[in-house]
């Protein structure tokens, strides 16, 4: 059957007027924008072309924004380079006064900027505002560590020698940004990047542009100089390629999936620019059968299905030893079957759609690999009756490691559970994989929580927990999940260089 078009679905039609007077009174307030952010002004691209960003969960259009030219984007470099020096001149305090301001602007206009979110992207409201605070949350850190970048004395190894390290922002940062958290995104990298003293041109997904333009008006509001963000959204391979080939860009930021994190580094590779790069993950869901079985039940609901399933850290493959796995399954399965799908600005919605048909395409062709090597699908499946990008909670049994969804993320609402016998399988079924991002397992037995954590080839490992977001913690992978760490003040060192001053000259 062909799937409704979601924008005619009866079901769904009504949203369509509903989000349009949302966004038109959000427009009033100045934060609907639709033109490049730069240099402190918001500013038409030097072409007509335009992006329509479109709700997903009706394929309604609701903002058409500029698209930036090559020369658009240069002259956002021109304005940062500009920018940079000044801003770093600043003192540690008064970069920290903007970045709170920043953070109390966006706690002030949450409720909106949680509207703009579920409109661009699709997530439930309370998820999106929620994702609007923990961005506040990255601000607020940051604020906190713009004051702590400190440096240090080291003891001498002559007579009359002083031996000091400091640490000075990089200079201009090209932080490039992904849609499926399109403010969370930009503020655990601009965040330090403007704490550490550099100037930002970001370019956020051409899905989600929204976002990151009411961003950059608060952060203007709340006092950031004319240069230090710009905001640039067009044709993602045209802008890539400027930002990277530009000599004066110092640093690149970027999340996304491995093969254009392999392609920044290549173009980056020139003027040998730092790279920040948080890639696509596999995370492994261990639960072994001396695990709390609710506390993993709902640590596996979470991890799977927030945001659709379309995040890096999302369980994507959910291991279960053989004397809970029948248990656990079954409660699953009910669990799943119980949430609830549908527009994000839903009461009680707990799954939006996912962000467009190509991604309904890949889950759907996982699904087919799977049944066709003898997985079983206990709940959903199909896509869902509310036509357009939406799609059941799905669960499969009787996963095993030849399957597609076993060595790529799925990154929709998939849960395939995978049976194992002893720890020493499942650690080896879990490090199977090249990407390295986020490992979760449930055990109370605590020789296991060390052994386990310790074997696992993950840069982030929750032990009885599906969340492990924070950001005082540091985020990135290993292997081929990524460089760097974000969140934390490992997260600030990203942005900063190491400076040997070497004094001699001014006596004993
Ligand atoms: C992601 O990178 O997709 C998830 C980020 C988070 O949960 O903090």
Known sequence: MTPLASAES????????????RLEALRGDGLLREDLFVDGALRPATGDARLEVTDPATGAVIARVASASGDDVLAAVEAAERARRHWAARTATDRSNVLWRWHEL????RHDLGVLLTAEQGKPLAAAEGEVAYSAAFIRWYAEEARRAYGEIVPSNKA??????????????????????????IARKVAPAIAAGCAVVLK???????????????????????????????DPVEVGAVLTG????????FTGSTE???????????????????????????VFDDADLDA??????????????????????????GGVHDELVERYAEQAAAMRVGHGLEAGVAIGPLIDEAAVRKVERHLADAAAKGARVLGGGHRHELGGTFFEPTVLVGADPSMELAGAETFGPVAPFFRFEDEEEAVELANSTESGLAAYFFTRDLGRAFRVSEGLEFGVVGVNTGAISYEGAPFGGMKQSGLGREGSRHGLEEFLETKYVCIEGIGQ
């Open 204 to 234: 956020p997904a051409s899905e989600t542009p929204l976002s990151a333009l009411a961003l950059a008006e608060l952060a203007a509001r709340a006092g950031l100089p004319p240069g230090v963000l710009n905001v640039v959204h067009g």
């Open 160 to 185: 009359g020698r002083r031996i000091l390290v400091t640490h000075q922002p990089v200079g201009v940062v090209g932080a490039i940004t992904p849609w499926n958290f399109p403010s969370l995104m």
């Open 260 to 286: 254009i994190g392999r392609l920044l580094m290549a173009q980056s590779a020139r003027s040998v620019k730092r790279l920040t790069l948080e890639l696509g993950g596999n995370a492994p869901f261990i």
């Open 10 to 21: 009866p079901l769904v039609r009504p949203h369509v007027a509903d989000v349009r007077q």
């Open 246 to 253: 530009d000599e004066r860009v110092r640093l690149i930021t």
């Open 296 to 321: 993993a039940l709902a640590g596996a609901i979470e991890s799977k299905y927030r945001n659709a399933g379309q995040t890096c850290v999302c369980a994507n493959r959910i291991l279960v030893q």
């Open 106 to 109: 966006i706690l002030e206009h």
